[in-house]
């Protein structure tokens, strides 16, 4: 999934990039097990971060339902800690029982 613009839901905190994050279940089932979660920022010139986040650990979204989450990419893996945040590119996915299915983050 890739989307544009997300505003103030992205953030350093010393020196972490920190992104608020709804992730959203477009399935008609109760989703729990939700893994590999991949997102990249960027602008549409460079990266800004990109990581592996693992799994959402007691993340349970219903059907047609969302959850608030948060990613926090260290200031290790932070390729531009002074980026313009206002105009931001991402792309993310993950996995759900062994099918990948993107990851909506608004």
């Known amino acids: ?3 544009r ?3 103030k839901n992205v953030y350093y905190d010393n020196g972490n990039l920190v992104m608020k994050a ?12 939700i893994g590999n979660v991949f997102i990249r920022l960027g602008t549409d010139t460079e990266v800004i971060s990109e990581a592996y986040f693992g799994e959402l650990n007691n993340a349970v979204i219903s059907p047609k339902s969302y959850v608030e989450w ?5 200031k290790s893996i932070v390729e531009k800690s002074d980026a313009d945040l206002s105009k931001l590119y991402w792309e993310s996915s993950c996995k759900h029982s062994n099918n990948e299915y993107y990851l909506v983050v608004k």
């Open 70 to 74: 948060t990613f926090t990419f260290d």
């Open 1 to 3: 999934r890739e989307g």
């Open 22 to 33: 709804y992730v959203h279940n477009g399935l008609d089932y109760q989703v729990s097990d």
């Open 5 to 7: 613009d997300m505003g």
